[in-house]
Every structure is written in structure tokens, then in C-alpha cells.
């Protein structure tokens, strides 16, 4: 049997109670014969307060190792004066960085269940599933210098630096041309190449792998503040939207907002696929934080953990009747109205989020 070594790193706040959850689904698949291996590590907050780093050497060999890294969430106000360099989010960065995970995979997916749990009306959001393809090693979250300086008069100037090069560009836009490929062929490319030179450079490169690799696809390019306003517009004219990394971060969360809750997303990080191995590093992470105010609680959704996991199953291990199998009793469940807080009806009883999770077990053993 083959044997899939998970790394999991749960983190901080609702972190580990997302993951827990997600423990129970590898402890179901491995009872029926998939070889799920599991490590767990800590990162974030709760690397610091053991280790004073945002996560350790011996962890990052781990995560190097591991056939794929499920990851929770990290942060808290807790952490909110540790050294910049050492803060929980920095061990999120580094790990996306060292695994060279450039690609970030968010798809947001509208359940027929959750229809009216959205902000947004019925008729917006019904039948909504797009995917949101976010560069995520490059861009204004790593480009040099970024620092923040004491000046002479004691005034202080801070800089980031929002940093592209061709192929970064390149490679990204070939997996949002993948992806289109395999669903409605269409790529919205969104920059601010009206302001910004990285933004001109954006809108050259993704206009040239199309032309030459990929001209069957249809392209737009959508400026990114347009591109936020139609999400909330009519979000169903996008099928897969392609854009840097710190845009990519604020237009998932939008879209997340589609789906009925942040609690609803998924999202995987890929590297790129070893020509010799056809393997690729891989983590996967829920595209919401560590929520503060309700970790603790109990209270957390774990779909958005959930759906990473089954994007573990899709994308590293190649298992789609598994993946499948998880969406349809996900799907199931929030059909027959068990749901955390966060997408309940008003007035209705909610579950906590173990409750959630042993619903989907058991689904899961109806299913089967
Ligand atoms: P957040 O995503 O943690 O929470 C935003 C809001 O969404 C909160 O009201 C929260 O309760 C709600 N929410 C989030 N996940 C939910 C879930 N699964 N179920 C129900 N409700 C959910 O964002 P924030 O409050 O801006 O950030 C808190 C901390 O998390 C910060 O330190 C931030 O840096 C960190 N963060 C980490 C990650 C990550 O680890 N990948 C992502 C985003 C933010
Ligand atoms: C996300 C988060 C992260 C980001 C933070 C925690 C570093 O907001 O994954 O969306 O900004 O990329
Ligand atoms: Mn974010």
C-alpha cells in the first residue's frame, strides 16, 4: 500500500480545532485502506511561545519531506509585539517561500444549500464557482527592500516593494490556463497596469503565453478594483481569475463572502511539478485566519479545513473519487441544514464544529 506522509501543522486559534477535524477524516480514509501517515508540528504563535521562531528548522525539514503539509491558521493578538521577523505570520511566509508553493489554488464554490447564506442575494451567487489562481512568492509580500526606518528627525518611512519578473508571471499564468482548460475556458487576468509598472508587465506576459500556448482560451484583462466590484456585481462571469499576490489576498476574501462564509474556503499551494518525479510540493490551507474572536469556542466551520484536505486528496495524491466522495457528503450535509454559526439561517440551531465534523463522518459512511 502506498503510504501519503501528511505534515500537520494546526497553529494558532481556531487552528487546531479545524484541524482536529480534519484528523478524523484521515482516520476514516485509512480505515479503509489509504495509507495516510501523519507528523504534527508546531507554527505561528505556538512555535514562538515553545521555540521563539515563527517555526523551527526541525519542522521546516518536516514540511520539506512531507508528500503534502496541511496547515491551519496562524495568528493573535497575543503575538501582536514579538519582532516582525519572528510573528506567526512570518512562518506561513516561509514556508510558501522555501517550498517555492507559487501557486495558490482558491476556489470558491457556492453549495446549492448555502444559496441564501451569502451577504449577497439568492440569484448572485447561486450555481457560483469560480477559482481564484493567486501568485503567492512573489509580489509586494517579498520584494527588497522592505523595511521600516527611524529618520534624522525622528519621523519614521516604511517601504515595500512590489517586485515581478517575467517568468514568476509566466509560470503562474500557465496554471490558470490549465485550469481554465479543464473548466470553462475562460482567464480574467487582473493588475492595476493603469498605476503600476508591475501591473504593465502582468498584462504583457499573460497576453503573450496566450497568444502562444493558450489562444483557444478566452482572456480578459479586468483592472483589480473593477475586478472586485464585479465579484460582488454578478460573480458568475468569471470562471478562473489570475492575479498577484497581494490582490489575490483581497479578492478571495471578497469571494469568499460568495459562498455563504470565510469558513467556507479552501485553497492549495503547489510548487512546480518535479520533470523527473512528476511530484510537486504541496500545502494546503484554509483561506481564513486564525479568528480570534471566536477561537476557543467552538465554534469555528471546519469546512474551509475540510475542503483543503480534499484538495490534498485531488491534487497530491491523485485520489478523485476520494475527493469527490468528501464534496458529496460535504454537499449532503449542509443539504439537510446542519451548520456552524457562520452560515446557519437566523433563528435557526447551529452546530459547533465537532459536531459538523462527525457529520460528515457519517455521511460518509452512508455514502459508502
Ligand atoms: P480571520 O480570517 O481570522 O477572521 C475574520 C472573520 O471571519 C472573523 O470574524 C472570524 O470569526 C471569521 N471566521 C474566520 N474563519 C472562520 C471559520 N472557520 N468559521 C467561522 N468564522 C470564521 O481574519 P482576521 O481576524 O483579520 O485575522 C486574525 C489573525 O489571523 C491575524 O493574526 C491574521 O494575520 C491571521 N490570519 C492568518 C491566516 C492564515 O494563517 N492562513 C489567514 C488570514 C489571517
Ligand atoms: C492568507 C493570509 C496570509 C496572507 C497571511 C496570514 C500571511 O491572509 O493566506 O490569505 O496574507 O497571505
Ligand atoms: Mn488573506
Not at 69 to 80: E, I, N
Not at 256 to 263: E, Q, V
Request: charged fraction near 25%; charge should be negative; hydrophobic fraction near 45%.
Amino acid at each position: 500500500m502506498a503510504t501519503h506522509k501528511l505534515l500537520l501543522l494546526p497553529g494558532d486559534g481556531i487552528g487546531p480545532e479545524v484541524m482536529r477535524e480534519v484528523e478524523k477524516l484521515v482516520r476514516w480514509f485509512n480505515a479503509r485502506g489509504l495509507g495516510f501517515e501523519t507528523e504534527t508540528d508546531l507554527v505561528g504563535g505556538a512555535a514562538y511561545d515553545a521555540h521563539k521562531v515563527s517555526i523551527s528548522e526541525d519542522a521546516m525539514k518536516r514540511a520539506q519531506a512531507a508528500d503534502a503539509v496541511l496547515f491551519g491558521a496562524v495568528g493573535g493578538a497575543k503575538w501582536d509585539n514579538v519582532p516582525y521577523a519572528v510573528r506567526p505570520e512570518a512562518g506561513l511566509l516561509r514556508l510558501r517561500k522555501d517550498l517555492g508553493l507559487f501557486a495558490n489554488l482558491r476556489p470558491a464554490i457556492c453549495y446549492p444549500a448555502l444559496a441564501d447564506s451569502s451577504s449577497l442575494k439568492r440569484e448572485v451567487v447561486e450555481g457560483l464557482d469560480i477559482m481564484i489562481v493567486r501568485e503567492l512568492t512573489g509580489g509586494v509580500y517579498f520584494g527588497e527592500p522592505k523595511e521600516l526606518v527611524t529618520l534624522e528627525d525622528g519621523s519614521q518611512r516604511a517601504v515595500d516593494t512590489q517586485l515581478y519578473t517575467t517568468g514568476e508571471i509566466e509560470r503562474i499564468t500557465r496554471v490558470a490556463f490549465d485550469l481554465a482548460k479543464k473548466r470553462r475556458n475562460k482567464v480574467s487576468s487582473a493588475e492595476k497596469s493603469n498605476v503600476m509598472k508591475t501591473g504593465v508587465l502582468w498584462r504583457q506576459v499573460v497576453s503573450k503565453i496566450h497568444k502562444a500556448e493558450f489562444a483557444d482560451v478566452q482572456l480578459e484583462h479586468v483592472l483589480a478594483d473593477n475586478c472586485a466590484m464585479q465579484l460582488v456585481r454578478n460573480p458568475k462571469q468569471f470562471d478562473v481569475i489570475v492575479t498577484d499576490n497581494l490582490f489575490g489576498d483581497i479578492l478571495s476574501d471578497i469571494a469568499a463572502m460568495l459562498t455563504g462564509s470565510l469558513g467556507m474556503l479552501p485553497s492549495a499551494s503547489l510548487g512546480a511539478v518535479d520533470p523527473v518525479t512528476g511530484s510537486r510540493k504541496a500545502l494546503y490551507e484554509p483561506v481564513h485566519g486564525s479568528a480570534p474572536d471566536i477561537a476557543g469556542k467552538g465554534l469555528a466551520n471546519p469546512l474551509a479545513m475540510i475542503g483543503s484536505f480534499g484538495m490534498a486528496l485531488r491534487y497530491s495524491f491523485g485520489l478523485l473519487d476520494e475527493a469527490d466522495l468528501l464534496d458529496k457528503a460535504t454537499a449532503n450535509v449542509l443539504a439537510s441544514g446542519t451548520r456552524t454559526k457562520d452560515i446557519a439561517p437566523p433563528g435557526t440551531n447551529a452546530v459547533g464544529t465537532q459536531e459538523l465534523g462527525d457529520a460528515i463522518v457519517k455521511e460518509l459512511n452512508a455514502l459508502s
